[in-house]
């Protein structure tokens, strides 16, 4: 009897800690969840998230900061980063800077498409919350990759 009610107990802990990333949104297209577990990158990182597109380990990892001018979002995975910069000017993207790099330049570079980059360079003309910015960056990432790449996210 004392086996079964640690056995429960056990499980009931286990249940809780699986559940600990909270949703945030999910669609069709993408689910952004929070994540506690991720590896922060060196810098201040103070909250950060996954983007799942699809279901099939399709993944980016967002890292939000926040710098002098307004916040930075860090988006990455083993192929690519760029980074959404949200300040009073409005939000868009813009190339990683090499301090804060772990992918080589040159691989972004191949597998993100510098005219899209250039056209959501200014997504919104205003800041926009945090949700709304998680939403930009779900929706608008898989449109910066070139037609080769695309399969990272699909």
Known sequence: MKRVLI??????????NASAK?????????TITTNED???PAGEAINSWVIEYGG?????????NTTR????????NASFEVRYINTDKGF????????????????????INEHEMKNQSL???KP?????ALDYIASFVPYLLNENYKHLLN
């Open 56 to 64: 099939n380990d399709s993944r980016i990892e967002v890292f939000k």
């Open 69 to 76: 001018k307004g916040e930075e979002y860090l988006v990455r």
């Open 128 to 132: 926009l919350s945090e949700k709304k």
């Open 123 to 125: 997504l919104s003309a």
């Open 38 to 40: 991720i590896q922060q």
């Open 22 to 30: 909270s949703i945030i949104k999910e669609t069709n297209t993408f």
């Open 92 to 111: 868009g993207v813009k190339w990683v800077n090499n301090k804060q790099s772990d992918v080589p330049f040159e691989i972004t570079r191949v597998v």
């Open 7 to 16: 056995i429960s107990i056990l499980f009931f802990f286990f249940a809780l």
